[in-house]
């Protein structure tokens, strides 16, 4: 589940469950995350994880889904606030080195 918010910049899209591990979850946060594409109308998305603890390889899935539908899309999607349970899932994965993650939701004003 999400909770939305837009500022002058960006669509933040904060992610409510601590863990992200049943199928119904994933299939609800995920198609959650790709519905907002196209309402970022320009801005970017960026995606808070502060919650998250616990995610599911299903659900990295739906990431990378989101990441090639964004780029396709040319949506600048950010991820942010990573907890250090998952930041080592995407290490692993590799995944930190596809996405663009900040540190919080307040970047500090240099593009990457």
Same mark, same amino acid.
């Given at each position: 589940?999400?909770?939305?918010?837009?500022?002058?910049?960006?669509?933040?899209?904060?992610?409510?469950? =601590?863990?992200?591990?049943?199928?119904?979850?994933?299939?609800?946060?995920?198609?959650?995350?790709?519905?907002?594409? $196209?309402?970022?109308?320009? &801005? &970017?998305?960026?995606?808070?994880?502060?919650?998250v603890q616990f995610?599911?390889?299903?659900?990295?899935? &739906?990431? =990378?889904?989101l990441h090639k &539908?964004?780029?396709?899309?040319? =949506?600048?999607?950010?991820?942010?606030?990573?907890? $250090?349970?998952?930041?080592e899932v995407f290490?692993?994965?590799?995944?930190?080195?596809?996405?663009?993650?900040?540190? *919080?939701?307040?970047? *500090?004003?240099?593009?990457?």
């Open positions: 589940m999400l909770h939305v918010n837009e500022t002058d910049d960006s669509l933040n899209a904060e992610i409510t469950d =601590v863990k992200i591990l049943d199928e119904g979850t994933i299939i609800q946060t995920g198609k959650e995350l790709m519905d907002l594409l $196209p309402r970022t109308g320009g &801005k &970017k998305l960026l995606v808070n994880f502060k919650r995610m599911s390889s299903a659900m990295i899935g &739906k990431l =990378v889904m &539908k964004a780029k396709a899309d040319q =949506v600048d999607l950010r991820l942010c606030n990573i907890t $250090p349970n998952v930041m290490k692993l994965t590799r995944l930190n080195k596809i996405f663009t993650i900040e540190t *919080d939701e307040e970047p *500090d004003g240099s593009e990457s």
